[in-house]
């Protein structure tokens, strides 16, 4: 469902409409890979009536280890979501990693995104709210729902009040990440949307092989869950073949299997609206 940068300021947590998406693949990994990618999801979320923003980060600048993919430029990459967004006429979201970062990616993006590791940096939250794009800041994977206020606070403090907040779990010992559903109306209480991302949330950190692992059978599982509490927005990166993908393959969805998750979402929606 096309929707336009005036529509996404307007997404509300109190909205009873259908819950928003943002999907892609985890990195611009070349120049052809994006394309037809947001294009088959934009496909299957017209269909749908889904809210789309097509997701890819520009550069991957949190890698365990040195000889990690990163990226192919950022301002190649930067310019393949521009053309992806006025080519299929939808909305794009990428992270940014500094505040040096923020404005560069507002020319490019209508959603700037604050990775979870770097929610608390006031820097960023500052150059990323004055540029007067949607923010969407992560969840810490080390805070509660009820300490993201603070990050709102500083983005509120530049006049933006384009704002969503992402649950995307919590440390739980060396290498896994559970999801505290209380965050979701917790965080919708400081008056802003809430996505969940259902693909990070099933990472396992701090392997020993410096790669990331994952748990993606449980993809449907989180996603589910998150409806039923009644989140606003999920989050997921997707691959047709996560098994060779360049960042975060360990859990990402196989995009084969995408429309039947989103249609199973869209049915337990229409449910829950009931109550």
């Not at 521009?82 to 209508?110: C, F, N, Q, R, W």
């Not at 500052?126 to 993201?148: D, Y």
């Amino acid at each position: 469902m096309k929707f336009n940068f005036e529509q996404l300021t307007k997404i509300k947590h109190t909205d009873s409409n259908n819950f928003f998406l943002l999907a892609g693949p985890c990195v611009i990994e070349d120049e052809t890979m994006a394309y037809p990618i947001a294009e088959q999801i934009l496909e299957i979320t017209n269909r749908l009536k889904i809210p789309f923003i097509f997701k890819a980060s520009y550069k991957k600048a949190n890698r365990s280890r040195m000889d990690s993919f990163s990226g192919i430029g950022d301002e190649k990459a930067l310019k393949i979501l521009k053309d992806i967004s006025e080519k299929l006429d939808i909305p794009v979201v990428t992270d940014i990693h500094s505040a040096g970062e923020a404005k560069m990616a507002a020319d490019y993006a209508d959603v700037l995104q604050i990775p979870a590791f770097l929610c608390r940096q006031t820097e960023l939250l500052l150059a990323a709210g004055e540029t007067g794009k949607v923010i969407n800041i992560k969840k810490g994977q080390f805070i509660s729902g009820e300490a993201m206020r603070f990050a709102v606070e500083k983005v509120q403090y530049t006049g933006n009040n384009n704002i969503w907040l992402t649950e995307r779990g919590n440390m739980f010992g060396y290498g896994d990440l559970v999801v505290d559903y209380r965050n979701i109306p917790t965080m919708q209480s400081i008056g802003f949307p809430v996505v969940l991302d259902i693909t990070h949330s099933l990472q396992q950190p701090n392997q020993s092989s410096g790669v990331t692992g994952g748990n993606p059978k449980l993809i449907e599982t989180m996603g589910r869950a998150g409806i039923a509490a009644g989140v606003d927005g999920i989050f997921l990166e997707t691959h047709p073949q996560p098994s060779i993908a360049k960042s975060d393959g360990a859990n990402m969805l196989p995009l084969a299997q995408l429309e039947k998750l989103l249609e199973h979402l869209v049915e337990i929606r229409k449910v829950v609206q009931k109550f």
